[in-house]
């Protein structure tokens, strides 16, 4: 058996409070005293922590972000004097993109290293947009391994990056083809370039190990590149900036190179692969209303890896109604397929990827492989509040994040969404990610349910679905 | 608490199955409504009324609300602390009853309870969830006040209105009309089980849910003539009494499928799949598997306790045929169901379960479900309910065999309206679950995983949890809201037009969509 990979967690308990979602206000003025909710009625034992633990010197007080909002004190108060509310400073965590809901999972995710799971059924609203318009497929009889739980280690993640070829050709019974260089990811996750805001303190170097230490390839613009990284052992990939950069050979010792969009791209490659010829080199290209044309040339062109990139929320740069990163992947993908050229690329999608699920719609959409960034931050605990960006002062001082601690958080989300993608394959019965590329059947669009029943009944709609 | 003298059945489950079996009279249950107030002291309703210490007893208060927020017990001078649970609020100030304004005092204040905001999802509001209380209270239709009808999530059954007739037919009168669903429809030598009402209770397991309430789900499925399922943990012996009312579910694990279980079945239910995790197998975490748990599951105490996915026997129709054929020659008189989730080709599924011999296919929709599962499962495999129930229907019918099997929704089923909904879809009758630990007290803050299992005793094996809630408590309150169900859809069924749930199955042109034009 091939050697599959294994993403070791371990429990990184917060380093600053966490802000948790639920807080109980106490009218201390009409406590009775009873001590019916410090000693009896909650059975997490939080107010109790709270009570004994109370003048100890702590980070914070824990109670805030563990409460898990059963209302029993609240319902048992003698005096009916505790009242339950949502913590503002939760509510003005991130935006409406990456939400609260996003942050404070990711934050357990990174936390834990585990799925989160819970009971009650979905809370949530009946779908959204971009990829909350999205269900994938499950079978009722078929898994990849029929062995449940156990045998989900048979299900591959990994993916080759890089050119395929569509067919080999024999001389004689020799093979006359040669294989392009290939690249192999454990899980179709690689860490993009970090927003300008987190390179500070350790963070880039911190990112780029967790990733190494996975197997995952981290982007990093040259210029930037921490002395202390080896473009080999911390399977960096360096994004340059100039056709000197790219003649130069400095940055020939990578596996994977990346260079931005332009008319001379074609030699910048050559000049990259004049240095080394295994070298994978990705085209940077700003994702817009025109990108499907562009990647048709570049894939026609025979370049290895197409990275899309959108902005943090999914969207293409266009001047008015953006089309999220689902609908432009289906598209370029699609394009592609009818040219015969699909399999000879390599398409990586970067921007609006902030959840597990994220990664396996993006590839049902047609993509290889993601790139993530702004999740790797939340990791770290950042509460996306861009403080920093207005100049002011991390209120987490996110740059003093100490390297290991910071490592093992990352390491841990990206273990916990690679187990969540193995539970999405599994359930459609897929058992390699490579398969589901493109595999829009193995999922239900909003749209199409739409349509095939309530268009089906009751005719035209009377606003146009915007997803 | 309801008392039940009339039926003593014991309080816990520390006496062994054999001296409760020698008991019959313990398995009397009666569908009569009876109040059934919480359980919490302080129950949370929108409103909260405040009396400052200005009152001066005069009563005035209590003979005014006729909600029962005010009362003064006899031979008491002074009222006790408003239940303003019940209160309905400013609307009240319209009418003649209003406290506030009838306190000559000024003692009393009106306020919007904070408690309250924070309560409920997009799904179950906490509108929907206080009026369940109401409902599993009073055993009636909940108070106006109270949005019992429709969630805010903003698609599904929460954009579908029901189309009422300007005129119910004239000839149509409320006591002509049965709410009765037979289940039967194959014309087979099996029996023709009916349950009175058109739902019955989804599948929870031993080891997921408290006894106590699975022991009063059960007697409520006796007391209204229908179903509770076991789940996939086993056949508690305190159920046996309720056996003809007991749905004995074999799901991939086989924990607790024995024999006589499946000969004491009136239905059978295979489960290949459910809502809250298609396409993944169940998982009792290990700090549920107590030891009664790990006996009835032959298992190992405090493992985690898994359930492959799919069954390891099944590759096609033809294998599930062979399950089917296993069942009816355990025991030949159990109707066949098949719980199966929403994929895109549902439609197949089912008119494949027909053609295995299945009298009932059951489609349990991505967003649904009582029991832990993953988050990323929950909301993202497989079709929400409301497009799997017409697609179904549909096919059946294009095939010719719709009138040969029953088809059942589950999956995010709150309240009557939604059945009505479901049913109109095309679906005979539904499965609820979630309604009925609702009307246990549970507030939905999904921790039912945590530490020793829900914090308000109600999916937990931890013995003194469990404890919160006794048998009758849970009995009555599921009874009642059985009951404000039935008085509900009556009403709807009125109102619609059509004599029953067998009438309003597949009428589409009873329903509207909100973002579409007919």
Same mark, same amino acid.
């Given at each position: 058996m091939p050697e599959k990979i294994h993403i070791h967690t371990e429990p990184v308990p917060p380093r600053v409070r966490p802000v948790g979602r639920l807080g109980i206000v106490d009218?201390?003025?009409?406590?009775?005293?009873?001590h019916n909710c410090v000693k009896r009625s909650c059975i997490y034992g939080l107010w109790g922590d709270e009570n004994e633990t109370?003048?100890?010197?702590?980070?914070? +007080?824990d109670y805030i972000y563990q409460?898990?909002?059963?209302l029993i004190c609240i319902q048992d108060c003698t005096k009916g004097v505790l009242t339950r509310v949502i913590n503002p400073e939760y509510e003005r965590?991130?935006?409406?993109?990456?939400?609260p809901e996003v942050i404070v999972t990711t934050w357990y995710q990174a936390e834990t290293g585990h799925i989160p799971v819970s009971g009650a059924g979905y809370p949530g609203p009946h779908s959204g947009p971009g990829f909350d318009s999205m269900w994938t497929d499950m079978s009722e009889i078929v898994r990849?391994?029929?062995?449940?739980?156990?045998?989900?280690?048979?299900i591959s993640t990994s993916v080759d990056v890089g050119r395929k070829l569509d067919h080999l050709a024999f001389d004689g019974g020799r093979m006359t083809t040669t294989a392009p260089p290939l690249v192999e990811v454990p899980m179709p996750v690689i860490f993009e370039s +970090?927003?300008?805001?987190?390179?500070?303190?350790n963070l880039m170097p911190t990112v780029t190990r967790a990733a190494a230490a996975i197997g995952l390839f981290s982007v990093i613009r040259t210029g930037e590149i921490?002395?202390?990284?080896?473009l080999e052992q911390d399977r960096v990939i360096p994004w340059l900036q100039s056709i000197e950069e790219c003649a130069d050979?400095?940055?020939?010792?990578?596996?994977m190179a990346m260079i931005s969009d332009g008319p001379d791209v074609a030699q910048w490659q050559a000049k990259l692969k004049a240095n080394n010829p295994d070298q994978i080199v990705a085209i940077r290209v700003p994702a817009s209303p025109a990108v499907t044309e562009r990647a048709r040339e570049l894939a026609g062109d025979g370049m290895e890896v197409i990275h899309l990139v959108f902005d943090?929320?999914?969207?293409?740069?266009?001047?008015?109604a953006p089309r999220h990163v689902r609908d432009v992947l289906r598209e370029v993908h699609t394009a592609l397929v009818k040219d015969g050229t699909r399999d000879g690329v390599t398409i990586s999608a970067s921007g609006?990827?902030? +959840?597990?699920e994220h990664v396996t719609k993006a590839i049902v959409c047609g993509a290889d492989l993601v790139a993530i960034d702004v999740p790797l931050g939340i990791a770290l605990e950042?509460?996306?509040?861009?403080?920093c960006e207005q100049g002011g002062i991390c209120p987490i001082t996110i740059?003093?994040?100490?390297p290991d601690y910071g490592k093992q958080r990352v390491i841990n989300l990206m273990g916990a969404w690679h187990q969540q993608l193995i539970e999405m394959l599994g359930a459609m019965g897929?058992?390699?990610?490579?398969?589901?590329?493109?595999?829009?059947?193995r999922c239900m669009f909003f749209e199409d349910l739409e349509d095939d029943t309530f268009g089906r009944l009751f005719?035209?709609?009377k606003t146009e679905i915007s997803v | 608490m309801a008392s039940d003298t009339q039926n003593?059945?014991?309080?816990?489950?520390?006496?062994?199955g054999e001296d409760f079996l020698?008991?019959?009279?313990?398995?009397e249950v009666s569908r009569e409504v009876r109040p059934c107030p919480p359980r919490y002291r302080n129950e949370i309703g929108k409103y909260r009324v405040h009396r400052t210490s200005?009152?001066?007893?005069?009563?005035r208060c209590a003979e005014v609300c006729?909600?029962?927020?005010h009362v003064r017990a006899k031979e008491y001078q002074l009222p006790v602390r408003?239940?303003?649970?019940?209160c309905i609020g400013?609307?009240?100030?319209?009418?003649?009853?209003?406290c506030i304004d009838a306190c000559p005092e000024k003692a009393l204040s009106l306020s919007e309870n904070p408690t309250f905001k924070t309560l409920?999802?997009?799904?179950?509001t906490g509108d929907m969830l206080a009026a369940t209380w109401q409902m599993a209270e009073t055993g009636h239709a909940p108070s106006p006040?109270?949005?019992?009808?429709?969630?805010?999530?903003?698609?599904g059954f929460d954009k579908l209105r029901l189309r009422f007739?300007?005129?119910?037919?004239?000839?149509?009168r409320r006591e002509d009309i049965s709410t009765e669903v037979l289940l039967?429809?194959?014309?087979?030598?099996r029996p023709k089980l009916k349950i009175d009402v058109p739902w019955y209770g989804g599948g929870m397991s031993y080891g997921s849910t408290s006894t106590h309430v699975l022991i009063g789900r059960a007697r409520t499925a006796k007391a209204w003539n229908t179903f509770t399922c076991t789940g996939e943990g086993g056949y508690l012996d305190r159920l046996i009494p309720y056996a003809d009312h007991v749905i004995t579910q074999v799901a991939? #694990?086989?924990?607790?499928?024995r024999e006589e279980t499946i000969q004491r079945a009136p239905i059978v239910e295979f489960?290949?799949?459910?809502?809250?995790?298609?396409?993944l197998g169940g998982h009792l975490l290990g700090g549920k598997n107590t030891p009664p748990v790990a006996a009835m599951r032959e298992a190992v105490v405090g493992t985690s306790l898994f359930s492959p996915f799919?069954?390891?026997?099944?590759?096609?129709v033809e294998d599930h045929k062979k399950h089917l054929d296993w069942i009816e020659h355990v025991n030949p008189r159990a109707l066949l169901s098949a719980k199966v989730s929403t994929p895109i080709d549902v439609d197949m599924v089912a008119v494949g379960s027909y053609y295995a011999g299945a009298h009932i296919i059951h489609l349990d929709g991505s967003? #649904?479900?009582?029991g832990a599962a993953p988050n990323v499962a929950k909301k993202n495999i497989a079709m929400p309910i409301e497009y799997a129930i017409n697609r179904v229907h549909q096919f059946l019918v294009d095939e010719g065999i719709r009138d040969k099997i029953t088809v059942i929704a589950s999956g995010g089923i709150r309240n009557p309206v939604d059945i009505a909904k479901a049913i109109a879809m095309g679906a005979d009758a539904v499965v609820i679950g979630t309604a009925e630990l609702v009307a246990n007290a549970?507030?939905?803050?999904?921790?039912?995983?945590?530490?020793?299992?829900?914090a308000r005793g109600?999916?937990?094996?931890d013995p003194e949890l469990m404890e919160m809630i006794s048998i009758q408590w849970a009995t009555q309150r599921i009874v009642n809201l059985y009951n404000a169900w039935r008085e509900m859809f009556v009403d709807l069924l009125y109102r619609l037009g059509v004599d029953g749930p067998t009438a309003l199955r597949?009428?589409?042109?009873l329903l509207m969509h909100l973002d579409y034009e007919s």
């Open positions: 009218w201390r003025e009409d406590c009775a005293g009873c109370l003048h100890e010197e702590r980070g914070y +007080l409460c898990k909002g059963c965590l991130g935006d409406d993109y990456f939400t990849p391994t029929r062995d449940g739980i156990h045998g989900r280690e048979y +970090l927003p300008q805001r987190w390179h500070c303190g921490p002395a202390e990284l080896s050979g400095e940055y020939s010792a990578a596996a943090s929320h999914g969207r293409e740069d266009a001047p008015s609006g990827i902030a +959840l597990a950042c509460r996306m509040c861009l403080d740059e003093d994040t100490e897929i058992r390699e990610v490579r398969r589901l590329r493109g595999e829009t059947g005719g035209k709609r | 003593p059945v014991p309080n816990t489950v520390t006496q062994s020698a008991r019959p009279e313990y398995a200005a009152c001066t007893a005069c009563g006729p909600y029962d927020v408003p239940y303003d649970y019940r400013p609307d009240c100030a319209k009418t003649g009853h209003y409920g999802d997009y799904r179950w006040h109270l949005n019992c009808e429709t969630g805010n999530t903003g698609g007739p300007e005129k119910p037919p004239k000839d149509l039967n429809h194959r014309g087979d030598y991939t #694990g086989l924990f607790g499928v489960k290949y799949a459910q809502g809250a995790k298609p396409g799919p069954f390891h026997s099944v590759y096609s967003y #649904g479900g009582t549970c507030i939905r803050c999904g921790a039912c995983e945590s530490g020793r299992g829900c109600i999916t937990t094996t597949g009428r589409t042109d």
